[in-house]
């Protein structure tokens, strides 16, 4: 596999094969009337030295899990690996999909995404994210090596990316971890056109980027992208260096289209009829569109077998393994045996010692009992350790070259970190979770957004969830977060009321595989609300009757996390006033939301619903209807200590009460 030279299998030249990348790539966009031909195009002679001298793969076991990760992190040149899927021969993508290429249905959509075929490593388009997702790809696999051996672990991640991902802001953050850890298994082929969508680079961007590179702690070089034995020499290099490897291949957009290539006019729109029938003549290539000859598949289906022995061979060593049993269970995603077991235990604990602590405290109890039951659990802080209280007693840190830990000072990189996190998720063996401040959310976002996109189990642990933070003030206090976070689809978001809740909710995010979540956690102490240590999850049901009423129901508060508390204080003084009150603990929207509607009428109540966050009421209008009553914030925070906080923005029992008894 590592040999320089193309193997001798086939007497297809290099030319022949890229080209066929090209011709399905300008193809497939002009039978779907729009897509992106040039990157494609031009990254052609790249990709095909990459798949056939030096991918570790197996066409057919795409799920092979020790393959070479490849991670197109520019996605819009999507036709790029839809065309080697196809050609290589992965399952499903057929030539029927390249010809659907953008359409309903299709399993070639305009970016590529995870799931919708074999060989997709990562749903990329947001430009920059690929590059941090295959950064977590290639931690996950130092870790798994340094748990499971040589044997099991040990590939490669190889990332495209472009102009566009280089430029933005995380690619920074994801190339200055991955060269701080000394991620040498990665390798990045830089798609050095010199040209974006508005034109040439030159344009906003005067980078160097082999020094921005090196600066960084990674390894660099500079080939022409054009030709083969160049590239194959430079990856060649890149695999044996001790440092993350960037290697800017020189290209031309567009390469072959007689009058678009070099021109921003090839990255994003069909070439029209004339233009293709000219790259056709220019690049020697005279078959109909979608027409690829048969000994040109046949090379490429060559390709697509090259790791078949070492696939073969490492089935061997695993059948071998005396970890065979725990590396199927981590890497299927199952959890412990005993994953039931050691939260009942928790929860017993929790009931007899009732602590009143921040829940962020709370979680970190349940990490103290989860992480040395879970190996696969990663979990790490973009700097905010001991406010996140994501360090489990018994983790170990991942250094530079020692990957045998289980926590990962992530450094303030919030954007790179959720994205890592995503790639570490995809790569499989591990559930990751990481933490910052819930305001900082917005930093993590768009990652957040794509590992709901893409069902992945990350666990994002974010503490300080509102005012409650008390004097760090406005900009560190969370107002519209969970409003925009419930409007993530497929997002789990839980704010727990007290250490029962969040041992709950904990086992919940964990339990569900499909889905990420987001811990919404406390800086200030919470009493327990709940000493029932009863196996029953009562946060699976998404909100429940926390304290019911003796009296005739008149009134229903729903509260989330820190007002859960003040809005059972409101109970007591609306009770004595003769006003029989509900309250509801609704730790999370999305799980409430699949209940049947007559669970949730119960819970709900047909009295006066109040709803009491301490955070934008954006949204709260679902469950309060026209005439309920919203209790929180309407503006920003401020500066001062939480009580100050609280009883100038009327978050208080006194103000429910008056709200109520003024509306009843
Ligand atoms: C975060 C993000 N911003 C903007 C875009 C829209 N966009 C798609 S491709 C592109 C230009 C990318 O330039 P480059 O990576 O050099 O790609 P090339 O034109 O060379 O194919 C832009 C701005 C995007 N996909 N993601
Ligand atoms: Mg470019």
């Not at 990674?218 to 430079?234: K, Q």
């Not at 290539?261 to 990255?267: E, I, N, T, V």
């Not at 299927?332 to 007899?352: H, M, R, Y």
């Not at 005739?552 to 007591?572: F, N, P, Y």
């Given at each position: 596999?590592?040999?320089?030279?193309?193997?001798a299998?086939h007497?297809?030249?290099?030319?022949?094969?890229?080209?066929?990348?090209?011709a399905?790539?300008?193809?497939?966009?002009e039978?779907?009337?729009s897509?992106?031909?040039?990157?494609?195009?031009?990254m052609?002679?790249?990709?095909?030295v990459?798949?056939?001298?030096?991918?570790?793969f197996d066409?057919?076991?795409?799920s092979?899990p020790?393959?070479?990760r490849f991670?197109l992190?520019a996605?819009?040149?999507?036709?790029?690996i839809y065309?080697?899927?196809?050609?290589?021969?992965y399952?499903e993508?057929?030539?029927d999909?390249i010809?659907?290429?953008?359409?309903?249905?299709?399993?070639t959509?305009?970016?590529?995404?995870y799931?919708?075929?074999?060989?997709?490593e990562?749903?990329?388009?947001?430009?920059?994210q690929?590059?941090?997702?295959?950064?977590?790809?290639?931690?996950a696999?130092?870790?798994l090596n340094?748990?499971?051996?040589?044997d099991l672990v040990?590939?490669?991640?190889?990332?495209?990316?472009?102009?566009?991902c280089?430029?933005?802001?995380i690619?920074?953050e994801a190339?200055?971890?991955?060269?701080?850890?000394?991620?040498?298994?990665?390798?990045v082929?830089?798609?050095d056109?010199?040209?974006?969508?508005?034109?040439?680079?030159s344009?906003?961007?005067?980078?160097?980027?082999?020094l921005r590179?090196?600066?960084?702690?990674?390894s660099?070089?500079?080939?022409?992208?054009?030709?083969?034995?160049?590239v194959?020499a430079a990856?060649e290099a890149?695999?044996?260096?001790?440092?993350?490897?960037?290697?800017a291949?020189?290209?031309?957009?567009?390469?072959g289209?007689?009058g678009?290539?070099?021109?921003?006019?090839s990255?994003?729109?069909p070439?029209?009829?004339?233009?293709?029938?000219?790259?056709?003549?220019?690049?020697?290539w005279?078959?109909?569109?979608?027409?690829i000859?048969?000994?040109?598949?046949?090379?490429?289906?060559?390709?697509?077998k090259?790791?078949?022995?070492?696939?073969?061979?490492w089935?061997?060593r695993?059948?071998a393994?005396?970890?065979?049993?725990?590396?199927?269970?981590v890497?299927?995603?199952?959890?412990p045996?005993?994953?039931?077991?050691?939260v009942?235990d928790?929860?017993?604990?929790?009931?007899?010692d009732?602590?009143?602590?921040?829940?962020?405290?709370?979680?970190?109890?349940?990490?103290?009992?989860?992480?040395?039951?879970?190996?696969?659990l990663?979990?790490?802080?973009?700097d905010?350790?001991?406010?996140?209280n994501?360090?489990?007693?018994?983790?170990?840190?991942?250094k530079p070259?020692d990957?045998?830990?289980?926590?990962?000072?992530?450094?303030?990189?919030e954007h790179g970190?959720?994205?890592?996190?995503?790639?570490?998720a995809?790569?499989?063996?591990?559930?990751?979770?990481?933490?910052?401040?819930l305001v900082f959310?917005?930093?993590?976002?768009?990652?957040i957004?794509?590992?709901?996109?893409m069902?992945?189990?990350?666990?994002?642990?974010?503490?300080?969830?509102?005012?409650?933070?008390?004097?760090?003030g406005?900009?560190?206090?969370p107002?519209?977060?969970?409003?925009?976070?419930?409007?993530?689809?497929?997002?789990l978001?839980?704010?727990?009321?007290?250490?029962?809740e969040?041992?709950?909710?904990?086992?919940l995010?964990?339990?569900?595989?499909?889905?990420?979540?987001?811990?919404?956690?406390?800086?200030q102490?919470?009493p327990?609300?709940r000493?029932?240590?009863?196996n029953?999850?009562h946060?699976?049901?998404?909100?429940?009757?926390?304290?019911?009423t003796?009296?005739?129901?008149k009134v229903?508060?729903?509260?989330?996390?820190?007002?859960?508390?003040?809005?059972?204080?409101?109970?007591?003084?609306?009770?004595?006033k003769?006003?029989?009150?509900?309250?509801?603990?609704?730790?999370?929207?999305?799980?409430?939301?699949?209940?049947?509607a007559a669970?949730?009428?119960?819970?709900l109540?047909?009295g006066?619903?109040?709803?009491v966050?301490?955070?934008?009421?954006?949204g709260w209008e679902?469950?309060i209807?026209?005439n309920g009553?919203?209790?929180?914030?309407?503006?920003?925070?401020?500066s001062?200590?939480?009580?100050?906080?609280?009883?100038?923005?009327g978050?208080?029992?006194?103000a429910?009460v008056?709200?109520?008894?003024a509306?009843?």
């Amino acid at each position: 596999m590592d040999a320089k030279s193309a193997p001798a299998t086939h007497s297809i030249p290099h030319r022949d094969l890229a080209n066929a990348i090209r011709a399905l790539a300008m193809d497939a966009v002009e039978a779907a009337k729009s897509g992106h031909p040039g990157m494609p195009m031009g990254m052609a002679d790249v990709a095909t030295v990459l798949f056939q001298r030096h991918l570790k793969f197996d066409a057919s076991q795409p799920s092979w899990p020790d393959r070479d990760r490849f991670v197109l992190s520019a996605g819009h040149g999507s036709m790029l690996i839809y065309s080697l899927l196809h050609l290589t021969g992965y399952p499903e993508m057929t030539l029927d999909e390249i010809k659907n290429f953008r359409q309903w249905g299709s399993k070639t959509a305009g970016h590529p995404e995870y799931g919708h075929a074999p060989g997709i490593e990562t749903t990329t388009g947001p430009l920059g994210q690929g590059l941090a997702n295959a950064v977590g790809m290639a931690l996950a696999e130092r870790i798994l090596n340094a748990r499971f051996g040589d044997d099991l672990v040990d590939h490669r991640t190889y990332a495209i990316a472009g102009d566009g991902c280089l430029m933005e802001g995380i690619s920074h953050e994801a190339i200055s971890l991955a060269g701080h850890l000394k991620l040498n298994k990665l390798i990045v082929l830089f798609d050095d056109n010199g040209i974006s969508i508005d034109g040439a680079v030159s344009l906003s961007c005067s980078d160097d980027q082999l020094l921005r590179f090196q600066a960084s702690g990674w390894s660099t070089a500079r080939v022409d992208g054009h030709d083969p034995e160049a590239v194959s020499a430079a990856i060649e290099a890149a695999k044996k260096s001790d440092k993350p490897s960037l290697i800017a291949c020189k290209t031309v957009i567009g390469y072959g289209a007689p009058g678009k290539a070099g021109s921003s006019s090839s990255h994003g729109s069909p070439l029209g009829k004339d233009e293709i029938a000219g790259a056709r003549e220019k690049l020697g290539w005279s078959h109909a569109p979608f027409d690829i000859p048969a000994p040109i598949k046949a090379a490429w289906e060559t390709i697509g077998k090259r790791g078949a022995t070492e696939a073969a061979a490492w089935s061997k060593r695993l059948d071998a393994n005396k970890q065979k049993a725990e590396f199927t269970r981590v890497i299927s995603g199952e959890l412990p045996a005993n994953f039931a077991e050691v939260v009942g235990d928790l929860k017993t604990a929790i009931a007899k010692d009732a602590p009143k602590i921040a829940t962020r405290i709370s979680s970190q109890l349940v990490l103290d009992s989860l992480v040395p039951a879970m190996p696969e659990l990663i979990g790490g802080s973009a700097d905010l350790t001991g406010s996140n209280n994501t360090k489990a007693k018994v983790a170990k840190p991942v250094k530079p070259g020692d990957y045998g830990g289980n926590y990962i000072y992530y450094g303030i990189r919030e954007h790179g970190m959720a994205a890592a996190m995503n790639g570490m998720a995809l790569h499989g063996g591990i559930i990751p979770f990481g933490g910052t401040f819930l305001v900082f959310t917005d930093y993590c976002r768009p990652a957040i957004r794509l590992s709901a996109l893409m069902k992945q189990r990350v666990v994002y642990v974010m503490t300080h969830d509102s005012i409650g933070l008390g004097e760090d003030g406005p900009t560190h206090q969370p107002i519209e977060h969970l409003a925009a976070l419930r409007a993530i689809p497929g997002l789990l978001v839980f704010r727990p009321c007290d250490t029962m809740e969040t041992a709950e909710c904990w086992a919940l995010a964990l339990s569900n595989k499909d889905r990420p979540s987001v811990l919404a956690l406390t800086r200030q102490a919470l009493p327990l609300l709940r000493a029932d240590a009863a196996n029953a999850n009562h946060c699976a049901r998404g909100g429940y009757v926390i304290r019911p009423t003796q009296k005739e129901r008149k009134v229903t508060l729903m509260a989330t996390g820190s007002e859960v508390e003040i809005a059972v204080e409101a109970q007591k003084l609306l009770e004595e006033k003769g006003i029989g009150t509900a309250v509801v603990s609704m730790p999370s929207w999305e799980l409430f939301e699949e209940q049947s509607a007559a669970y949730k009428q119960e819970v709900l109540g047909s009295g006066l619903r109040v709803a009491v966050e301490a955070a934008a009421g954006f949204g709260w209008e679902r469950y309060i209807g026209p005439n309920g009553i919203f209790i929180g914030m309407k503006g920003f925070g401020a500066s001062a200590p939480i009580a100050d906080l609280y009883k100038n923005f009327g978050i208080t029992p006194a103000a429910i009460v008056d709200a109520v008894t003024a509306k009843l």
